[in-house]
Structure formats: structure tokens, C-alpha cells
């Protein structure tokens, strides 16, 4: 699929987001290739370096911020990456942890991907968030 212009489609979680833009310092920022849509979907351009077998790679950054900086999410660069019998992962390079991380496993659904948080998905959005919760979904289009 290398070399199309299909872009990566996904509201990380409306529920966080709808909760941080009610926080009075509350900010969501798309920016290095993502935007927003009204719908709070966050749009992800392909990545220019292009795909490789098994890993469908995007570009764009979310910064999540609230409280005075206490609340402090960004994602950036999702691809979407086949791990064999185990199914495709949404990773994310995690600013704050400085490495890619696996954020949610993906099972097929019709418009696209559902979505569960790992471990580690689950430690980035914060304590509220148990591994194995459904996020929003992931679309490629």
C-alpha cells in the first residue's frame, strides 16, 4: 500500500478529549502533519519515508495539556504495524517516555479498526485508563 495517500483516522479517546477541552486551562494541539476535524478526530498524513512490509507509517503530533502542565499526553508518528498471529498494533512515539510504544492492539471492524489500550497505552493516557480499554477507532482512508 506503499505510496498512496490513504491518511490514518483516530480520536485517540472523545471522552478525554471532550473532558480536558471542560478543564480551564485545557488544550488539544494537532500539529507536524495531523489536524483536527470538527468531529475531534485527529487526521495523520502518511509519513514521506513510505511504508514497509507490515508497517503502515504516518505522521502527525497530539498535545494533550491540562492543569498546569500536570496533564501532559503527546503522540506523534502512528503507524499501524503487523505483528504476525497477534494481529496489527497502533504504536506512537511517546515524546515523554523518548521511544515507540505499542498504544492499542487492533481487531478489524467494518469501517476500520476497534481499538484496546496495552500496558503501556494505558500508562500514557493516564491512571484512569486500564489495559484492554476500548478507545476510539482506527481508520485508514
Do not use: C, N
Not at 498512496?4 to 485545557?26: F, M, N, P, Q, T
Not at 508518528?77 to 523518548?98: C, I
Amino acid at each position: 500500500m506503499s505510496g498512496d495517500e490513504a491518511r490514518l483516522r483516530w480520536g485517540v479517546k472523545h471522552s478525554l478529549i471532550d473532558y480536558v477541552l471542560g478543564v480551564y486551562d485545557g488544550a488539544i494541539e494537532a500539529s507536524d502533519g495531523a489536524t483536527r476535524e470538527p468531529d475531534a478526530t485527529f487526521v495523520f498524513e502518511p509519513d514521506p519515508a513510505g511504508d514497509e512490509d507490515g508497517v503502515r507509517r504516518f505522521r502527525g503530533r497530539v498535545r494533550i495539556t491540562a492543569y498546569d502542565g500536570q496533564m501532559h499526553i503527546e503522540l506523534a508518528d502512528p503507524w499501524v504495524e503487523s505483528d504476525g498471529d497477534a494481529g496489527p498494533t497502533l504504536t506512537v512515539f511517546s515524546e515523554l517516555d523518548g521511544r515507540r510504544i505499542p498504544m492499542a492492539r487492533l481487531a478489524p471492524r467494518e469501517d476500520g479498526w476497534s481499538a484496546t489500550l496495552t500496558t503501556l497505552g494505558a500508562d500514557v493516557l493516564g491512571p484512569q485508563y486500564a489495559p484492554g480499554a476500548e478507545i476510539d477507532p482506527v481508520r485508514i482512508g
